[in-house]
Structure formats: structure tokens, C-alpha cells
């Protein structure tokens, strides 16, 4: 019996459907794992498509879906395990990581998207009006190595 390219595809979807609620159905998500989750999701998704300015941009998606995964993970032993100290620590402080990690990251996804650091030019020169010099060297004087 040969199926057709729509059948295929239900099939898959209702597997993937089955794994997720026997795997993750019976967490109680926080609000901070929905938004690590989908900030990593969502970025890694857009790396598909708009990596031209991205070096190995490849590795940066299998990093981010390896962080969902590792966030799902936590989460789940965390539910699974509550008294756990380790996993308690774990999942509360992970969104820490996650933040410094999308911080260091935007050195490379800002030129994803905009090609450039297009407002840097403009802050420099919102410094200078502000403050009639520019404040990063102006503070390099008080600087004694």
C-alpha cells in the first residue's frame, strides 16, 4: 500500500505529536522557559533564512536547537524530580545563561538583519551633542594602569 505525500506528512506530524505529550504533555511550563524557548526557536529559524552575513551560520543553528532541547530537558527533570536541589537550581537560574549567551550573540545577528550596526553612528553623535565630547574617551583620562 503506498501512501501519498499528504498521508506521509500526517503521519510524521501525529509521531511527532504523540513523542511531545508522552515526553513534555505533563510539564507546567514557567513563563521565562516559554520565552527562552521561543527566543532560541525563533532565532535559530530565522538563522535558516537570513545567514548571509553569518559565518558558519549552520553551527549556530544546531547550538540554538541544541539549547531548546537542553531547556526542555531541564524542565522536564525538574517537574520530574521537584526535590532535587541541583535541578531546582538548575532551572531557576538557567534563563541567565540563555541572556548572556543572546547578548554576546547579537555581535552577530544585528548585521544578520540589518547589515550593518546602523545605530552606532547615530548614538556617537547623540554622545557628542549630549555631552559636548565623546564620553568613553572623555572617562579614558581618569584611567591610570
Known sequence: MLLSTGDKKTMVL?????????????IRFRLMDICCLTYMALIGFLLI?????????????FIHAAIVISILEIVRLGEKYPDKKILLILRMFYPIAIMLYG????????PMFFGSY???DMIVSWDKLIFGV????????????
Not at 14 to 26: A, F, M, P, S
Not at 49 to 61: A, D, G, I, R
Not at 134 to 145: E, G
Open 14 to 26: 501525529d509521531t511527532i505529536k504523540r513523542y511531545w505529550n508522552l515526553r513534555y504533555g505533563h
Open 118 to 120: 546602523w545605530a552606532t
Open 103 to 110: 547578548w554576546e550573540e547579537l555581535e552577530i545577528l544585528v
Open 49 to 61: 533564512f537570513f545567514h548571509k552575513t553569518v559565518t558558519n551560520w549552520s553551527l549556530y543553528v
Open 134 to 145: 565623546h564620553p568613553t574617551i572623555w572617562v579614558q583620562q581618569f584611567y591610570q594602569p
